[in-house]
């Protein structure tokens, strides 16, 4: 039951929640740039507008992938906050990107085309490091259910440091945020970046806008887990660490996609399977 409230609230508030920090993260970006930035309730205008105008496609198909998209985000959110299996939820979580990969395809424009190339390089570049991640929590907890990672006592941040690390790393890439934002980007940058989203409008931008709320809150939550045997610390520690994402985001330029490959695999390699071979050796009882 506890289950089936989790996930019933992640489907109601994460939009609202979602739209917050998106608000939020502008307010605080306008401030870093000496701006006065949007209210913080834009992000909610935005959407709106987008789903007041024509929803002008190419393709009907786009329709039915970004609809694909929006649905297993929000189930691989639900599915986490009620608490199910780890890998499940990763799986899920990775459909729903090859559903906007498929999107941007079934167009034929270039800047979609490039885009959707792009997104599929950050899904190399970054899913290792949430296996990895993944694993890490289960071998801590000894469970693959998010509930029991939840409910454990065990400090997992002294277990995982290094894993920690490369999830933070890699969530520059989720988050869309410099230097990582090669495929798309929540700022105003050439349309090159934007690719991915180029031939969307309407409706079909308005879900895009939607799931990457629901994204957010969902890794978000992922980053809870490091701390979860402390409720204050972790709210603190997934605060702080958001705000240093944005810090980053706007101190950084945008890099080539090979950074973000070579990146993404070079933290998985060395900060994520260095963690989990020394944890490994010392649950055998090699110390």
Do not use: C
Request: aromatic letters at 12%; charged letters at 10%; hydrophobic letters at 55%.
């Amino acid at each position: 039951m506890n289950g089936i409230i989790g996930a019933v609230l992640f489907l109601i508030l994460a939009p609202i929640v979602g739209g917050l920090i998106a608000g939020i993260d502008r307010k605080i970006t306008a401030r870093m740039q000496g701006r006065v930035g949007p209210p913080i309730l834009q992000p909610f205008y935005d959407v709106g507008k987008l789903f007041e105008k024509e929803n002008v496609v190419v393709t009907t198909a786009q329709n039915f992938y970004v609809l694909a998209y929006l649905v297993f985000i929000a189930l691989s959110g639900a599915l986490f906050f009620a608490g199910g299996d780890l890998l499940l939820i990763v799986f899920a979580f990775t459909l729903a990107h090859v559903f906007l990969v498929l999107g941007a395809y079934a167009v034929h424009s270039p800047y979609s085309h490039i885009g959707a190339e792009r997104e599929l390089i950050q899904l190399m570049a970054y899913e290792p490091m949430v296996i990895l991640a993944a694993v890490g929590l289960y071998m801590v907890a000894n469970s693959f259910y998010v509930a029991d990672m939840v409910a454990t006592t065990v400090p997992v941040i002294l277990y995982l440091p290094g894993v920690f690390l490369g999830f933070v790393t890699i969530l520059t890439i989720k988050l869309r945020k410099s230097p990582f934002d090669i495929s798309t980007s929540h700022h105003a940058h050439q349309e090159i970046v934007k690719g991915i989203t180029t031939e969307f409008s309407g409706s079909t931008l308005g879900q895009v806008e939607i799931a990457h709320w629901y994204e957010n809150v969902f890794l978000l939550g992922f980053l809870y887990l490091f701390f979860a045997w402390n409720p204050v610390i972790g709210v603190i520690a997934v605060a702080i660490t958001y705000l240093a994402e944005i810090f980053v985001d706007n101190v950084t330029a945008r890099a080539r996609w090979q950074a973000a490959l070579k990146s993404g695999w070079l933290v998985a390699g060395v900060l994520g399977l260095v963690n989990l071979a020394i944890l490994s050796y010392m649950m055998t009882g090699g110390v």
